[in-house]
């Protein structure tokens, strides 16, 4: 068995959403999103700011800290009900890349879908005459990162004469990338009656000083990430043929039940859910292409016991939280390695124990390689992995798919289908048919939430591979 850190929150506050004073629109969303209580740092942040606190946090990507600020941010605004003028708003995000500004709007979207809150992404490397159009009108709330926000604001296309929220987040980070220069000349641009919150994973002097300019009398909170399953996930990989998968899958889960079985693809999903309908293993399929309310129903009956098996794609699994998962398989492995910690992590909650087993067949060695390099262990081969048929460790570093990559073993037997099937591999990176979009655009909050699980495991005997 190979333990990996994962960064997780546990729910021992006994608040719930409800009892936080959010508009219904929100607690809506925040029940489609599939969150049954608030995180730590969410019981604590959601309260200050909604009694109009500054608000210091101390907490890192996994522990919600996005939702703690967005929330009642949104909850402001939709009290406040006045429409932002022109060129103006009424918040403003700032965050230290491309990619974790364009994933807060992603969560603002998500959290807001039932509201009409409007959001502009500012970010440099982009042309910025759609910007320069978004902002025109006026919106709601502003995500940025601060070099281009400053272009904007020094060209005269945006004011934040009427800004009353700011929220710096990951300011440490911000710090380290040296946008500590143009933070300061765009706080001097905000209006001195406002609420600024700032997050930050660590609190080095000069963001202690930050705080101290910036802010008034900050409630300051502080959540240790909690590191979680580690060593109550036993992760495996099974090396099957792809033919072989599917009898592969109805073995494993015909000894186990409460299981979630993950696809690529939505019709992937589809498929394995008959099949094991067929197989008499009760299952249902949640992805983007079902309703909101066939993935509801689905989540319910697995939730109820109704089913065994949920057949999910990455994105649809996202919230999912289900105590009683004993195991999770990865039918087929994730473009994205980082999605692999996030689809194991439904296993093994609320302190249970749980296992991972990954079916991986020969277009998915690279994928299996990268996973073992994000967590940094090999992960348990419970059986002869087909690729050592072919030599996998001989073939050139950046060859591409095609056949010349297995010359050296032509030879062997079975090379031929295998390399058919090696040239279906997924491209890495690219979308998937689930509409997920490239990792680049993303998971950069998951790249650094496995950078900051790294960083746990260097100091855990456990995590040095087998
Ligand atoms: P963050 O720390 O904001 O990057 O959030 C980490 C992950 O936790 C994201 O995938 C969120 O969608 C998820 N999340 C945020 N709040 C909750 C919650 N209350 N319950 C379950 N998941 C949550």
């Known amino acids: 068995m190979i333990c990996a850190d994962l960064l997780v929150f546990e729910s021992d506050?006994?608040?719930k959403f409800t009892d936080l004073a959010l508009d219904e629109t929100l607690l809506r969303a925040i029940d489609a999103e599939g969150y049954s209580t608030p995180t730590p740092i969410q019981a604590d942040v959601i309260p200050a700011m909604l009694a109009g606190s500054d608000v210091l946090g101390i907490a890192q990507t996994g522990t919600g800290k996005t939702a703690s600020f967005v929330l009642p941010l949104l909850q402001r605004i939709l009290q406040n009900g006045k429409r932002?003028?022109?060129k103006a708003s009424h918040a403003l995000i700032m965050a230290p890349t491309r990619e974790l500004a364009a994933q807060i709007a992603e969560n603002i979207a998500n959290y807001a879908k039932f509201t009409k809150i409007s959001v502009a992404v500012v970010v440099g490397g982009v042309k910025p005459k759609p910007q320069i159009r978004a902002l025109a009108p006026g919106v709601d709330i502003i995500v940025a990162t601060p070099g281009r926000l400053l272009d904007h604001m020094t060209a005269g296309v945006v004011s934040l004469k009427q800004t009353n929220t700011i929220v710096l987040d990951e300011a440490d980070q911000m710090l380290d990338l040296g946008f500590m220069p143009t933070i300061r000349k765009i706080m001097g641009q905000l209006p001195r009656q406002r609420q600024s919150v700032m997050m930050s994973a660590?609190?080095?002097?000069?963001i202690r000083k930050l705080a101290n300019d910036f802010q008034n009398n900050p409630v300051e909170i502080a959540v240790a990430v909690v590191s979680k399953p580690i060593d109550r996930i036993e992760q495996s990989v099974q090396h099957v043929p792809a033919a072989e998968k599917r009898a592969a899958l109805t073995k494993i889960l015909s000894e186990?039940?409460?299981?979630?079985?993950?696809?690529?693809?939505k019709r992937g999903a589809d498929k394995v859910s008959r099949h094991l309908e067929g197989a008499g293993i009760s299952a249902a399929a949640?992805?983007?292409n079902k309703s909101q309310s066939q993935r509801e129903r689905a989540l319910a009956a697995f939730r109820t016991n109704d089913i065994s098996v949920l057949v999910a794609t990455d994105i649809a699994a996202r919230?999912?939280?289900?105590d009683d998962v004993s195991l999770v398989v990865n039918y087929e492995l994730p473009n994205v390695p980082e999605s692999y910690v996030h689809r194991i992590g439904r296993t093994a909650r609320a302190g249970r124990s749980g296992q991972a087993i990954s079916l991986c067949d020969m277009a998915e060695q690279?994928?299996?390689?990268?996973?073992?390099?994000?967590?940094?262990a090999r992960l348990e081969s419970v059986n002869q992995p087909l690729a050592e048929a072919i030599k996998v460790t001989e073939r050139p570093k950046k060859s591409k798919p095609t056949n010349q990559k297995f010359k050296s073993s032509q030879s062997q037997d079975g090379i031929k289908s295998r390399r058919r099937k090696f040239k279906s591999k997924p491209k890495k990176n690219s979308q998937s048919s689930d509409g997920t979009p490239s990792p680049k655009d993303t998971v950069a909050g998951l790249n650094r939430m496995l950078a900051n699980a790294g960083s746990t495991k260097r100091n855990n005997p456990h995590h040095r591979g087998k």
């Open 13 to 15: 506050n006994l608040i």
């Open 84 to 86: 932002a003028q022109p």
């Open 202 to 206: 660590t609190m080095p002097p000069a």
């Open 256 to 265: 186990s039940p409460r299981s979630i079985v993950f696809t690529r693809t």
């Open 286 to 288: 949640i992805h983007g």
């Open 319 to 322: 919230g999912i939280d289900v």
């Open 366 to 376: 690279d994928l299996l390689r990268s996973i073992e390099k994000l967590i940094g």
